[in-house]
Nanobody, 114 residues
């Protein structure tokens, strides 16, 4: 059974930082492209960042410089470091694993507010 379990979300003040983690099980993690997406209330789910099995990284243009995606293949975990957070970063953040199939985590809430 495939599981993607996100953690690390929460409430943070503007300008603060959070690090999200997504632990994968039930897949051959090393071959998967891993990604983070987010969905704000009333909006579509949008790309945040992806990282391929070979380490190639893609970011949403608006997030370059503030967010950093990384992966630890030994731990089957993908991370998202988020710095200089803004209220508009408030959303549910979802982990995604893509190879021949496409899997999603349950999401973790990030709220940026003073």
């Amino acid at each position: 059974q495939v599981q993607l379990v996100e953690s690390g979300g929460g409430l943070v003040q503007p300008g603060g930082s959070l690090r999200l983690s997504c632990a994968a099980s039930g897949i051959d993690f090393i071959v998967y492209t891993m990604g983070w997406y987010r969905q704000a209330p009333g909006k579509q789910r949008d790309l945040v960042a992806t990282i391929t099995s070979g380490g190639k990284i893609n970011y949403a243009d608006s997030l370059k410089g503030r967010f950093t995606i990384s992966r630890d293949n030994a731990e089957s975990t993908v991370y998202l470091q988020m710095n200089s957070l803004k209220p508009e970063d408030t959303a549910v953040y979802y982990c995604n694993a893509e190879f021949k199939n496409d899997y999603w985590g349950q999401g973790t809430q990030v709220t940026v507010s003073s």
